[in-house]
């Protein structure tokens, strides 16, 4: 990664022009002055006239204004010095000034970014672009931590494990800030500028403890003297997930089958990703083992932690397919009493023609709508074939709009039994979005990591029950990551959605006194959110994964995964191009540099190299871009923050072979 200080090196060169500039002159100056001052002098006689004792009180008698005899004024030369100096206070006073200015704009805040004279699209560029990097570094750091605790206890790992949980809240609070100024409908107001900025504060803050704790962690893993047994580990682990993957896709057909193709959407594209993750793992693995039998420990190191990240990410897809598969169980067993629960609140509803005191006009409306989703959804079941967790979001949602209009409140054994259902779906969104994230990391921006980041947040309060005192320290939960929006995302997506469906209230809403914990009712509010807010992270991860496209192009080598590698995050970099026009709109932008890698697929001996689904694909299409893999350079993410956790570089390794 390039130092900050590089980085900067550009911006400032105007500055460092005008200090020399005013050394210059003001050396010339003085060498000049001391050049004149000779010339000056060189006509004035030196020598000491006699003066007799009658001409000297003559001249003590004359008046004060009256010159002295004998040519006693004050010549040219005498003028020569004060001039010179001056002209050298003058120049030292521009010279202060100008350092004074260069050290106002180069001044840093807490976190080390420079913001003193950024413009706010400046600072806004940066605040999306550290959520971008601090959220890589927690998911990445928090994913070689669970491999360290399973190598060496949870007691070798607990100072690293607490600075994760350190960053964890940092990142947290500034997604919260992020999401707060993108929900907000007067953007650019007074306190943009310091919102934005504390962002940026609180990233660097996060990423900074996690980069302090890197050395100590590297020390601690000793990869270098461990990796025969690392080694052996993840091969185990990827023969594992091998008999996973074909296991994962029987479980996907059996899906089709039993549901409707919705059903499945989360998880489409699962099985062909975990092999494409598994084939780059061989290459990895194989050339990881060579290296090692030929001493060469630190190639070794390089290609052993791009294998560990691919085997985790495939671990991600398989384990997702059966988290579904459960899910979907779980909804069907709990949708014939969701769908008699809201029978009951619309025949409530049908009861009082007026709706009651201060009723809705929209009451009617509403109560047709549930009754045509309650028709719809029993009629799916008669069917046999149908989305579970689809209906019992839409029979929620329809609930949920009639208690809306009429403003009514279930009791608290009518609102348990539907957060219950509430969190299921809930719980299924935010899973499967945060798994697309992770896995797909390379190319997603930071709405999708904020609205994930906000979901993961409410549905932390519902399940615990925590009625947060303040709005910007909420912690994530212990593996959860970011999230991202944008600035209307939220209010064009997740709550028009609610609205429409009366996913009713907000954190305001019903809300007890802190400390008493949240009422049911406003807990049922909270899942409904997380839900939405969910699935709006979803649909923008998908669209910057479109955007994003292949990363390699045409022309790069099929069936090694390393493109899969670098749109999962397990390989630093990207483009320069892409970087550019892509962080333009979203920010994401890696601190590790494009990505490189050499050498075609290996036969790793541990396991099949050969799988029926082929390589991930793309839906995006094309690359936008054509600079070709020659344009990529960088190694395996590691435990830290921006600045340490490219550090295991090897990016030639992963170079793709020259083509002519």
């Known amino acids: 990664m390039t130092p900050p200080l590089s980085r900067s090196r550009s911006r400032r060169a105007s500055s460092h022009i005008a200090v020399r500039l005013a050394h210059g002159v003001s050396g010339g100056l003085m060498a000049v002055g ?44 005498d003028l020569v010095l004060p001039v010179v100096a001056v002209g050298a206070a003058g120049l030292l006073a521009v010279y202060a000034h100008v350092r004074r200015r260069r050290r106002m704009r180069t001044r840093t805040t807490p976190g080390g970014a420079s913001v003193g004279a950024a413009s706010v699209e400046e ?74 900025e504390e962002i940026v504060a609180r990233c660097a803050e996060a990423g900074r403890r996690l980069d302090a704790e890197a050395a100590a962690f590297d020390q601690t893993r000793s990869l270098e003297r461990h990796a025969p047994a690392v080694l052996e580990q993840t091969e185990a682990r990827f023969r594992e997930l091998t008999v996973r993957a074909s296991a994962a896709d029987i479980t996907l057909a059996g899906l089709h089958e039993r549901y409707a193709p919705s059903a499945a959407v989360p998880v489409a594209g699962h099985v062909e990703q975990a092999k494409d993750r598994l084939v780059f793992a061989t290459s990895s693995l194989n050339r990881a083992r060579q290296a090692l039998d030929r001493g060469e420990t630190e190639r070794a190191v390089v290609l052993l932690r791009a294998a560990e990240g691919a085997v985790d990410q495939a671990a991600a897809f398989v384990d997702g397919v059966a988290r579904l598969a459960a899910e979907l169980a779980a909804a069907a067993e709990r949708l014939p009493a969701a769908v008699a629960g809201t029978e009951t609140g619309l025949a409530a509803a049908r009861g009082r023609p007026d709706g009651g005191a201060g009723a809705r006009a929209d009451l009617p409306g509403r109560i047709a709508r549930g009754e045509a989703v309650v028709a719809e959804v029993r009629r799916e079941m008669s069917t046999g074939v149908y989305d579970p967790i689809g209906a019992l979001r839409r029979i929620e949602q329809a609930h949920a709009g009639v208690d809306a209009a009429r403003h009514h409140e279930p009791d608290d054994d009518e609102a348990l039994a539907r957060l219950d259902r509430s969190r299921l779906t809930a719980r299924s969104a935010t899973a499967t979005t945060s798994d697309y994230v992770t896995t797909h990391r390379g190319a997603v921006g930071y709405e999708a990591r904020t609205l994930l980041a906000e979901a993961v947040r409410r549905l932390h309060r519902a399940e615990t029950g925590r009625q947060e005192t303040g709005t910007d320290d909420a912690r994530p939960e212990p ?41 049911p009712v406003v807990g049922l509010g909270e899942t409904r959110e997380a839900d939405a807010l969910a699935r709006r992270a979803r649909q923008v991860a998908e669209r910057d994964v479109r955007a994003y496209g292949n ?102 390794l992963f170079r793709p072979p020259a083509t002519d």
Do not use: C, N
Request: hydrophobic share 30%; proline share 7%; aromatic share 4%.
């Open 34 to 77: 001391w050049l004149v001052l000779p010339m000056e002098m060189a006509g004035v006689d030196h020598s000491v006239p006699l003066i007799r004792a009658e001409q000297l009180v003559a001249a003590s008698a004359s008046a004060p204004g009256e010159a002295a005899p004998d040519g006693g004024g004050t010549s040219t030369g």
């Open 551 to 652: 990363p390699y192009g045409a022309g790069a080598p099929a069936g090694d995964g390393t493109g899969g590698a670098v749109l999962g995050g397990i390989l630093l970099g990207r483009s320069a191009r892409h970087d550019d026009a892509h962080r333009a709109s979203h920010g994401p932008a890696d601190s590790g540099g494009p990505t490189t890698y050499s050498g075609g697929p290996s036969a790793y001996s541990g396991g099949p190299t050969t799988y029926s689904g082929g390589p991930t694909t793309y839906s995006g299409g094309p690359t936008a871009y054509s600079g070709g893999p020659s344009a990529y350079s960088g190694g395996p993410a590691s435990f830290g923050g921006p600045r340490t956790r490219g550090r295991r570089d090897g990016g030639e």
């Open 479 to 519: 593996e959860g990551g970011g999230g991202g929006q944008g600035q209307q995302g939220h209010r064009d997506g997740a709550e028009k959605e609610t609205e429409a469906g009366g996913a009713g209230p907000g954190p305001e809403a019903g809300a007890v006194e802190a400390g008493a914990g949240l009422a």
């Open 123 to 196: 600072v806004e560029a940066r605040a999306r672009r550290s959520l971008v990097e601090t959220d890589d570094s927690v998911r990445t750091s928090a994913e070689e931590l669970r491999a360290v605790a399973a190598q060496l206890g949870d007691a070798a790992v607990r100072p690293f494990r607490a600075a994760l949980a350190y960053a964890e809240s940092e990142l947290a609070a500034a997604f919260r800030l992020r999401h707060r100024l993108d929900d907000s409908v007067a953007g650019g107001g007074p306190d943009t500028r310091g919102m934005l």
